[in-house]
């Protein structure tokens, strides 16, 4: 039964939401299946199985109700409450979204991801003092955890403290160099400070990684 569960994981995971794979309405059946049923005391099949209703196109309630029924089975389920946290955000119910990933950030030390969100959360709520806290404590805590940089890096851009930006960005890109959105962001950084040998370059990586919008600041050669 546990190797049938990581083949499972293995079936479900890498999605995209809205574009349905064979593999996972496969993996989806399973989980209906009657085989599983003795499984369902467990959060973890659960959790799969709204990763497999979200990555399917099923309805956002649908696969709410299916986390809430994996966190309900298992309280450490950190994974179950981010991804609440990711639909609340998604559909601006910020207050549940705060909750969540509040939770997410309890249950699973040293994961960032759902530290970055709740910044971000706390950014739509107009809480600017909040949002920089967390992300300040986020790289603290995990110094090399380039999504941290990047959306630090993100924040003094957008406020204007460009130098700032420029730091924070350049260390994103250091610690993840296929991170073609942190490129972008420290081209436009460098843009802002007229540095623009560094912004090309900066601009041509993104572009090489897959950021389209940087195409017109890195022409392409005659």
């Known amino acids: 039964m546990v190797a049938a569960l990581q083949k499972l994981v293995t079936q ?3 999605g995209e939401v809205g574009k349905p794979r064979l593999e996972q309405a496969e993996a989806l059946k399973i989980l209906e299946s009657e085989q599983l049923q003795q499984l369902l005391d467990y959060g973890e099949v659960w959790l799969l199985k709204a990763m497999a209703l ?3 196109g099923a309805p ?5 109700k299916t986390l809430e029924e994996a966190v309900s089975r298992c309280d450490e389920l950190t994974a179950g409450y981010y991804l609440l946290g990711q639909l609340h955000f998604a559909h601006n119910k910020l207050v549940p979204a705060v909750r ?4 997410a950030i309890a249950t699973g030390e040293g994961y960032g991801d759902p530290q970055v969100l709740l910044a971000q959360v706390y950014l739509r709520k107009g809480d600017k003092p909040r949002a920089i806290a967390r992300l300040n404590e986020l790289i603290q805590d995990i110094p090399d955890y380039a999504p941290g940089y ?3 890096g993100a ?3 957008k406020e204007g403290a460009v130098p700032q930006a420029i730091v924070d960005l350049s260390r994103a890109t250091e610690l993840a160099p296929k991170d073609g959105k942190a490129f972008l962001l420290l081209g436009k950084a460098h843009l802002e400070a007229h540095n623009e040998a560094e912004a090309r370059a900066a601009m041509c990586a993104a572009k090489a990684l897959g950021e389209a919008s940087a195409a017109r600041l890195c022409p392409s050669a005659p």
């Open 150 to 152: 990047r959306a630090r």
């Open 54 to 56: 979200r990555f399917q």
């Open 60 to 64: 956002t309630e649908e696969v709410v």
């Open 100 to 103: 969540m990933l509040k939770r």
């Open 155 to 157: 924040y003094h851009l």
């Open 12 to 14: 479900i995971q890498d």
